[in-house]
């Protein structure tokens, strides 16, 4: 990109950015309206009628003869925060994989909305529907600034020549405005992201997700390494994401659970042991055995 597009968008972000500053009350509410009919029609290219955003029956896979994942059945609804917990070795990340289309199951159903089967998708194929997952390492572009991390996340699947000359819109600007805002990090906007620290750059890792309006957000273990300050702003960030995207979110931190939760879906040996509010799965026998502790 020329120096001079790259003004061009800079200068549009720190406008918005000036006016998001300026109209707080205003703003907010307007925000909350703005990025909600976008989510409305994010959905709309989903099909949600049935309630369900994401769906898994009956999916298993073996490695070696292992079953890691067995018989695995669960369902989200649009607009929900799913916490997932469950022991190490559970299946978590691996049912990850599955919806992501990084591991193919050896069996079962796997339907994003309820017309498009993900298992007749390829990985890049299930990102740009509309499915974007963190990994719990950072991977942010260290050599860049907040902006272009976040600039560089719209051009991702685009051919190099696109990319050369590709500006940021108006409402991209406007856009990566609102997401710096969200993910605390508009005053950081010129720094090096090599100078974050571990929380700032998992939150622009997911700012970079965001960029890409993500009808569901898959999140490995996001609060991990986090300091407990980080791990609050994060369970905020979540809770604002919360009705405009759906999230699955693996985590073993369970205060930071406690804060975001509403159904948690706890499995062990690759399928759902049990599943209700936080304080239902504590107090099931069957969960204190293999994952709480006595
Ligand atoms: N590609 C693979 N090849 C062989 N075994 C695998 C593979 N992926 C996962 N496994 C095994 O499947 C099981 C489930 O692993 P997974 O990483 O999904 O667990 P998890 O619930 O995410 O655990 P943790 O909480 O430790 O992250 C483990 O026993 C793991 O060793
Ligand atoms: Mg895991």
Known sequence: M??????????RVEQRL?????????????GRSASGSRIAHAAGEVDITHGRILYLEDVSVSFDGFKAINKLSLDI??????CIIGPNGAGKTTMMDIITGKTRPDEGTVFFGSTI??????EAEIAQLGIG?????????????VFENLELALK????????????????QSDRLAEILVTIHLADSVGRLAGNLSHGQKQWLEIGMLLMQDPKLLLLDEPVAGMTDEETARTAE???TLKGKHSLMVVEHDMSFIKTISEIVT??????VLAQGTLDQVQADERVIEVYLGR
């Not at 000036?18 to 109209?23: I, V």
């Open 2 to 11: 020329t120096p001079d597009l790259l003004e061009q968008g800079a200068r």
């Open 156 to 171: 991702t699947n685009k051919g190099v020549k696109s990319s050369m000359f590709f500006k940021l819109d108006s409402a």
């Open 133 to 145: 997952r963190k990994f719990q390492k950072p991977t942010v572009f260290e050599q860049l600034t």
């Open 117 to 122: 089967d993900l298992l007749r998708h390829k």
């Open 266 to 271: 706890v499995l062990c040996d690759g399928s």
């Open 237 to 239: 960030l979540f809770l």
């Open 77 to 82: 609804a649009p607009g929900e925060l799913r």
């Open 18 to 30: 000036a006016a998001l500053e300026a109209g707080k009350s205003n703003t907010e509410s307007g």
